[in-house]
């Protein structure tokens, strides 16, 4: 796996604390040859030198921009090597999204039919028998996790509107303007508008959970701290469902999740802070009749390197929570 960037390097420190698991190779395009601590001094205390080329090993994660993913996983996939994509080229079914969505023509179409879509809390049964897993983006797993429960009890339906705030590491480690201290700090702005590329996923998935489901109107925002994501997430509620049902729905539905909490005070990213947990909150608005639900993650962990890890201890038939953080370190 790379670890020259935001998701890979949060992988590379969590599994280095996992028991169940060895870290056995770490590449980097940009540091192949130094020691993990000459380039984060974070890590100083791991014995492994990053390398151009990934060693043998038994499961590959990557942290790669989406389309050069594919392109490395592929004779890993065609080999029998598990793997699990932190990236976005085996999450949509569809192949044509990729040339609507991300401008490239998907190199293997026909994995995309295999790959599992790998949020532990819609497809645990088949993230254990796959090989080959798509970690979901950073918002559609906020956005989701958000908006599932409602949609599967059949109490919302229609267009569903997502308004999610990221921290600046959403954008990853390599130099971009937008990214500058200068230009983010004390700066709010929306982005993407009707046009990011994770409108797809989060309405495939949702799409997944109920028919009832229209359409996504999704529009990020790029705020001034470093991580979280907090997703605002509205959609039309049907008829006499009370303040009392949605909880009761939201409670049952996450009540065996160790990673989802349903909590009874609007969720701040700083709760998640450094751990696994996705907190979701709900509330209806009476004047409009719309349900209100707010997600909050950390990007770099249940939303990359720690649901990745979910997945892999899922694939290995280790214990779920096995080597992630449960609790925030706050402030
Ligand atoms: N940041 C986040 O919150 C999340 C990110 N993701 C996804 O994870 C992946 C990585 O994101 P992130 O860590 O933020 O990105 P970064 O910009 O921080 O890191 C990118 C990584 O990819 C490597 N890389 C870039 N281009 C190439 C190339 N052509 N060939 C080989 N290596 C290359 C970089 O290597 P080097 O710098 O050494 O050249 C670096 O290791 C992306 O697909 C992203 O969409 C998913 C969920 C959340
Ligand atoms: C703040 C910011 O720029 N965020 C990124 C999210 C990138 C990401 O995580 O992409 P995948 O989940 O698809 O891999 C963006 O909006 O493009």
Redesign the pocket.
Known sequence: M????????ELARLLAGHPGVELVSV?????AGQRIGQVFPHMANLDLTIKSELDEVDLVF?????H??AD?LIPFIEQGVSVID????FRLKDPGLYDEWYGFKHPAPELLKTAVYGLPELHRAEIRQSRVIA????YPTASILALGPALKAGVVGGNVIVDAK?GV??????LKLSSHFCESDEDVCAYAIASHRHQPEIFQELAGVSGDITGVTFTPHLIPMT?GILATCYAKLNNNVSETDVTAIYHDFYRDEPFVSVVSEAPHTKHTSGTNMCLVYTKIDHRTGLLICIAAID??IK??AGQAIQNMNLMLGLPEETGLPRLAQFP
């Open positions: 790379n670890v020259t960037g935001y998701a890979g390097i590449t980097g395009r940009s540091s990557s942290a790669l921009p989406h050069e993913s490395q932190v990236s976005a080229d970690n979901p983006g950073c990221s590491s959403g954008a990853g480690r390599s991580r990007n770099l939303g990359a």
